[in-house]
């Protein structure tokens, strides 16, 4: 195998560990974004939090990886509701503004608060996983790229099972749908959107982890820039469309995967935000949406 | 004249004149601590970039939060005109916020076709790309920074924001300012009234682009060294704060807003987390119970001095 191939080989499985994480915060901005059109820019800082618990549940509770990831998983989706009852919900009615203000608010605080809280010095996660590292023709697979794309795709699966064939899953649609249609339907609406908050903020609490783990590192501030390029995600593949969430994320994780291939690592975040302005200007709709019409 | 000299613009002007005088005289003396002087500058610098981000988010309801990639262009030109070019500061000043307002209205021409939700975060990304190319950028220093001789004293500071307020206001209350409003509060409507709703947009985004790159001018030559991490979107998101704690829509709130804030900040500067956090809580808070912000689109105004008054209230809202 030629030298060129194997760097590209390597990009693309480290691309798609990357891109697994993405992609499932993606979804949860894409999941929020759908049923209430608010950018819930403390999702990034949910997934944070849920990396957090990961680390508590590993160390001081000396769990394994999997009940740890299911604890983060609850607590961070009991937060996601809490944040959706007392700060965004007041704001439904009003100016969107005010929603993405709050949104940014409530980011900032999740930063600074866990600052005050765990402190700002960064953590280093246990040895979760083996450190086994699998040689297949020269192209180095880690056992964590493995146990990060399959618990992503597992997730991925569980929450396109839930959504399509689930009550819950079906009230969603609806109430992303024709939130007033839902309503008189006999929805509960209120409930519909918690729920939404919560599965989002399980799956960015399972990012978290998966973060953690494979990077070893952990800090109050590690949500921002993944939060954010996981929304370039969701834009890409069109917000709203689960997935085009997912595709968005492999889509940024191989770009980034790429970008530092080639030497240009100090860029690549400028590269997400620069695919963000062109998809937006192209295609505003991202790759998987319609586009329709503003009427007055 | 009769127009221009009327009781309420003389008392502002007393008023103006009066807080130079009294910070310079003290500068003067020699009795103001180095730490109030600082605090002052920033007061200056966050009030201009405060009132030209309003310019652009609530006079014509863009919702942009890029403001501190504006402030970057205009704090490393004029930087590089000071440091390498050895050129006047008023040129530096000027050439910052002209090399700023260009980037705008580049910038501006096809994002502004975004609304809301989506302009915003393209806004964001475009701040972000800005800083990661001034961190890239060997020629100024790349991410340790760049040093720039500290020309700015209080006297440019005060004068420039007070002009730089001037212009806004006159801005607001003309014809174009007019149609900005009408922008934000129906675009639809606005474009079918025959306003060239892509032209004032652009317009504004390019006067408050300007008045950014003047103040992180000022800032880039008042601060010793300017690196690119000070331009972050936490610094968008303060400024942000600023406007809408003062009121989106209000030029007077800004102006609010951002004493309020920079007052704050410094009392809480031993403690920048805690100061974070208390701004969190403050924008959380003031959007459930007063999403309008203190003064909402009004304007504080000396109007009951004159006799017609300046109705210069935006609108009701």
């Known amino acids: ?296 | 004249m009769g127009k221009w000299i009327n009781r309420q613009s003389l008392v502002t002007l007393i008023g103006v004149l009066i807080i130079y005088a009294i910070v310079q005289g003290s500068i003067f003396m020699d009795v103001l601590p180095p730490f109030v002087a600082l605090t002052l500058i920033q007061i200056c610098i966050y009030v201009i970039l405060a009132s030209s981000l309003n310019l652009i988010n609530g006079i014509t309801g863009q919702f942009s939060i890029g403001h501190a990639g504006f402030m970057a262009i205009g704090g490393y030109v004029a930087a590089i005109v000071i440091v390498k070019f050895h050129g006047p500061l008023i040129l530096a000043l000027l050439f910052g916020a002209l090399v700023s307002a260009v980037a705008g209205f580049l910038i501006g021409l096809p994002t502004l076709r975004l609304k809301g939700d989506y302009l915003a975060i393209a806004t964001l990304g475009l701040g972000e790309i800005v800083r990661i190319i001034f961190l890239n950028t060997e020629y100024v220093g790349g991410a340790s920074g760049f040093s720039v001789p500290k020309t700015i004293n209080w006297t440019w500071a005060f004068w420039l924001t007070a002009l730089s307020i001037l212009i806004i206001r006159n801005f607001t209350n003309s014809t174009h300012g007019r149609a900005c409003i009408s922008i934000r509060e129906n675009e639809i409507a606005a474009d079918a009234m025959g306003i060239n709703t892509t032209k004032y947009k652009i317009m504004a985004f390019t006067i408050g682009a300007f008045f950014a790159g003047l103040a992180g001018g000022i800032y880039a030559n008042y601060m010793y060294i300017i690196q690119p991490m000070t331009f972050s979107f936490l610094k968008s998101f303060d400024i942000l704060v600023m406007v809408v704690l003062g009121g989106l829509g209000s030029l007077t709130g800004s102006i609010v807003g951002a004493v309020v804030m920079t007052v704050a900040s410094a009392a809480l500067a031993g403690l920048p987390e805690w100061r974070l956090v208390i701004t969190a809580v403050l924008l959380v808070a003031m959007m459930i119970f007063k999403p309008t912000g203190l003064l909402g689109t009004k304007e504080f105004s000396l109007s009951f001095l004159g006799k017609k008054g300046d109705k210069n209230a935006a609108s009701k809202n």
């Not at chain 1, 894409?30 to 820019?41: A, D, E, S």
């Not at chain 1, 493995?146 to 079906?170: D, N």
């Open chain 1, 1 to 296: 195998m030629g030298n060129v191939t194997q760097q590209f080989l390597q990009q693309i499985v480290n691309g798609l560990s990357l891109g697994s994480i993405y992609a499932l915060i993606a979804l949860g901005y894409t999941m929020v974004y759908g049923i209430i059109k608010l950018i819930n820019f403390a999702h990034g800082d949910i997934m944070m939090v849920g990396a957090y618990v990961g680390w508590y549940a590993t160390t001081v509770l000396h769990l394994s990886f999997l009940p740890a990831l299911l604890i983060a998983m609850v607590v961070s989706a009991i937060l996601g509701v809490l944040i959706e009852r007392i700060a965004y919900k007041p704001l439904r009615n009003v100016i969107r503004i005010a929603s993405l203000i709050t949104a940014i608010g409530v980011s900032l605080f999740l930063e600074y608060g866990g600052m005050l809280l765990v402190s700002p010095q960064v953590r280093t996660y246990p040895p979760v996983f083996p450190s086994t590292i699998y040689n297949v023709g020269g192209i180095i697979i880690k056992y964590g790229d493995i146990v990060m794309v399959v618990t992503s795709i597992v997730l991925m699966i569980s929450l396109h099972v839930i959504v399509q064939y689930s009550k819950i899953g079906k009230a969603m649609r609806a109430v992303s749908f024709d939130t007033e249609a839902a309503l008189l339907m006999g929805i509960n609406v209120n409930n519909t959107i918690s729920a939404t908050f919560a599965i989002g903020s399980g799956l960015a609490a399972a990012a978290g982890v998966l973060m953690g783990v494979y990077f070893n590192t952990i800090d109050p501030l590690m949500g921002i820039i993944p939060g954010l390029k996981a929304f370039v995600a969701a834009v890409l593949g069109g917000i709203g469309i689960l997935p085009g969430a997912m595709v968005g994320g492999y889509f940024l994780g191989l770009t980034e995967a790429f970008v530092s291939g080639l030497g240009w690592s100090t860029w690549r975040d400028a590269v997400a935000f620069l695919i963000l302005i062109l998809v937006l200007i192209v295609k505003p709709s991202g790759l998987f949406g319609k586009n329709i019409r503003e009427k007055v």
